[in-house]
């Protein structure tokens, strides 16, 4: 089917996203202004800037692709101190980035989730109430989960990876404490609880197919989420997954496929945050800001400190390891203008798709 019938459709099957997902040239040029369009035209073109702090590489899990991995013995273990993270937080709040995330290895154990219930009670009162907070912290309780919404957490980000299950389990250990329905039900928990609630995928995984991807893309419209963090999967050399690196797709057509499915998502979700990731950026110096250039509208600019930035590589290249928070927030701000769009500061940048799934109208009593 021509890509322009295509995306006069509101609804898509597998097969019409897989089209949109190969096409090339002068229809790939419409796909990604068409995308561009919906994004300003449903929640503007202002992009939202979040403070990433990546607050420890200590991890219980042993995903077979993550570089932070339990089973790597290779990497410098750290965990900022609280003073570190609230300097941090005290930057973005200097810096009007309107909220930040605390990103960091899965840890479930009760001085660890006191620990961040304590963080969030201070962040939220050393800026007034005014910083808004993401956790992307993995796995949790649903009484952890409320503990932290409760003291002042809005939003988390749990990537389910793929939402092929089979391949799930090709990418993760087989035992309990990586089990893709548990991971979906926590995402379901998280909307239970009131998050914001976000999910992503890695993108030219060994063994994926087009249709694994055009199904993710309907998994997210199906799963009603709020945000989405996306990108190419890149390979880590000190991962089980290491050994099928020449089963992958080229990193170039890996970025292509990471754009494209960012623009089908715009489409089919045209009032949730998208990401521009950095791992876009890894294999493109511009590859942030081509996905602001076709719908994206959220950053995140790492502003964890530099003498543990380089301990936090999920995967290879992640890029700005040497680059001051400073430095890299100027650059960031640029790159947004350049892209065609503006930065939206002292604002928390919430999913508008959140509010219109929870907005219920209250009738008016008429006396």
Aim: one cysteine or more.
């Amino acid at each position: 089917m021509e890509v322009d019938t295509l995306l006069q459709q509101k609804t898509f099957s597998s097969s019409d996203l897989i089209t949109l997902l190969t096409c090339t040239g002068q229809a790939k040029e419409k796909l990604f202004t068409h995308s561009k369009k919906i994004r300003d035209t449903t929640i503007g073109n202002s992009v939202h800037m979040r403070g990433l702090i990546e607050i420890s590489n200590m991890c219980i899990k042993d995903c077979l692709y993550c570089g932070i991995r339990r089973s790597n013995k290779h990497i410098q273990r750290y965990d900022l101190t609280d003073e570190e993270i609230l300097s941090a937080a005290s930057f973005a709040y200097q810096y009007q980035y309107g909220s930040i995330v605390l990103q960091g290895g899965e840890r479930k154990d009760r001085t660890f989730i006191k620990r961040i219930e304590q963080l969030l009670l201070k962040i939220k009162k050393s800026s007034n109430n005014t910083l808004g907070i993401t956790l992307s912290l993995g796995e949790q309780s649903k009484e952890t989960l409320q503990r932290w919404k409760e003291a002042g957490a809005h939003r988390y980000l749990l990537r389910i990876e793929t939402s092929n299950e089979d391949l799930y389990k090709k990418i993760h250990p087989q035992d309990s404490l990586h089990n893709f329905h548990t991971r979906l039900e926590c995402i379901h928990l998280l909307q239970e609880c009131g998050y914001q609630t976000g999910t992503g995928v890695m993108i030219g995984l060994p063994g994926q197919s087009l249709e694994d991807l055009a199904n993710d893309l309907l998994f997210l419209k199906k799963l009603d989420i709020d945000m989405v963090g996306m990108g190419p999967y890149i390979e880590h050399h000190e991962t089980p997954l290491w050994e099928k690196r020449n089963q992958l797709l080229p990193q170039t057509q890996r970025l292509q496929l990471g754009l494209h499915m960012i623009s089908c998502l715009r489409i089919l979700m045209p009032d949730i945050n998208i990401a521009a990731t950095t791992a876009l950026q890894a294999i493109d110096p511009n590859g942030r800001e081509k996905a602001l250039e076709i719908g994206a509208n959220v950053i995140m600019p790492n502003i964890t400190p530099l003498t543990n930035r380089a301990n936090y590589q999920l995967y290879e290249n992640k890029p700005g390891m040497d680059e001051g928070v400073e430095e890299s927030t100027l650059k960031i701000a640029k790159s947004v203008l350049k892209s065609g769009c503006k930065i939206q500061f002292s604002t928390w940048g919430d999913s508008l798709h959140f509010y219109r799934r929870n907005y219920k109208p209250v009738k008016r009593q008429i006396k």
